[in-house]
């Protein structure tokens, strides 16, 4: 592994990282927590919040299901009240499960976008006015090159997915005055536990590979330090803007 940078800035600072429990959320998790920061995150599995927060010392979570807005809100309070107003957040959760569009009722629509995109300004709204009182704040949203790709088999996550820019570039302009940067993190194909389980077969992992102009999977790590680096000061003029770490993908 490298000798990842260490950023001073985030020293005690509070960061709030959605979908936190597992895959490139836990590493995110892990990474703010070494950097010195007071970390919490949101999930809706009980086993793996508990399981990440028994490893990664002073790590604090709450459960909830991020499609009810109501209480993703209520646990957001919660972790404000008990670490302060939120200098971080990353808006990180999602699933990306493949689906027929011949298949897509209008409920199911619905719930893709609830899961996907909805939380993620829902999430700003409640976050931001803190923000605004400290003097400013970082909230990273993920993305995803999968639209990039014209990728097929899952088109209302595609969809959500090419929407979190456009909410990242008018939330920017939004909330720039306050000095409150938003950013878009474009993830390639992440090696997950979840994407080796599920989809990464060796062919589609040569096909893959074919696309990239770098030969090296992607390891959620790599994720995560372009994460950092958007939260901390040394990316104090990044804002409204997409950072891919997707090696090149084409």
Not at 24 to 52: N, P, Y
Not at 157 to 170: E, F, I
Request: with cysteine.
């Amino acid at each position: 592994m490298p000798d990842f940078a260490i950023y001073p800035s985030l020293q005690n600072k509070t960061v709030i990282v959605s979908g936190g429990a597992q895959g490139i959320g836990a590493e995110m998790v892990k990474a703010f927590a070494a950097q010195g920061a007071r970390v919490a995150f949101l999930d809706l599995d009980g086993d793996a919040s508990a399981a990440l927060a028994e490893d990664t010392p002073g790590v604090t979570f709450e459960i909830c299901d991020l499609r009810d807005v109501s209480a993703m809100q209520a646990a957001l309070t919660k972790l404000t009240d008990t670490l302060g107003p939120a200098d971080v957040l990353v808006n990180n959760a999602a699933r990306d499960d493949r689906h027929n569009w011949t298949d897509v009722t209008p409920a199911y629509w619905d719930e893709r976008q609830a899961t996907n995109i909805r939380h993620m300004f829902f999430a700003i709204q409640a976050i931001a006015p803190g923000m605004i009182a400290n003097g400013g704040g970082s909230i990273i949203n993920m993305g995803s090159n999968s639209w990039w790709e014209a990728g097929g088999g899952f088109p209302a996550y595609t969809t959500a997915k090419a929407a979190v820019h456009g909410l990242t570039r008018t939330m920017a302009r939004d909330l720039g005055d306050h000095r409150i940067r938003v950013n878009t993190v474009v993830p390639g194909w992440i090696m997950t536990d979840r994407q080796k389980e599920l989809w990464a077969t060796p062919e589609a992992l040569e096909a893959h590979r074919n696309r990239q102009c770098l030969p090296d999977l992607i390891d959620p790590v790599y994720v995560a330090r372009m994460v950092l680096f958007l939260a901390s000061d040394d990316a104090a003029m990044c804002s409204a803007n997409n950072y891919m770490v997707e090696a090149g993908s084409i």
